[in-house]
């Protein structure tokens, strides 16, 4: 089965961090630009951030910037996402996907593999 499963999520107080892990199944993550969405409860999904194949080239959403680092291991066909400053608005579902382009980024029809996410949650 070919697809991400997320890790690392949790209850946080407001202010804290967490570590988010997004790791491939059934394939290799060396050709793909990996994406992390969330959806908030009773909202759609968003784009939050996405990693180019190689790392140099990275986005993110404007919640996110100057909060969050993307970054990836090919080798261990895994994605992270370090989350800093944690804020009540960032509770949500966190899901990873690949696209072969992060300039399809935060549109998530090109995106593929999705996982099951994984629940964040801020609050005191």
């Known amino acids: 089965q070919l697809q991400f499963v997320e890790s690392g999520g949790g209850l946080v107080q407001p202010g804290g961090s967490l570590r988010l892990s997004c790791t491939a199944t059934g394939f290799t993550i060396d050709y793909y630009d990996i994406g992390w969405f969330r959806q908030a409860p009773g909202k759609e999904r968003e784009g939050v951030s996405c990693?180019?194949?190689?790392?140099?080239?990275?986005n993110y959403a404007d919640s996110a910037a100057g909060r969050f680092t993307i970054s990836r291991e090919n080798a261990k066909r895994t994605v992270y996402l370090q989350m800093n400053s944690l804020k009540p608005e960032d509770t949500a579902v966190y899901y990873c996907?690949?696209?072969?382009?992060?300039?399809?980024?935060?549109?998530?029809?090109?995106?593929?593999?999705w996982g099951q996410g994984t629940q964040v949650t801020v609050s005191s």
């Open positions: 990693i180019t194949t190689s790392g140099r080239i990275t």
């Open positions: 996907a690949k696209s072969w382009a992060c300039s399809n980024w935060p549109r998530e029809g090109t995106f593929t593999s």
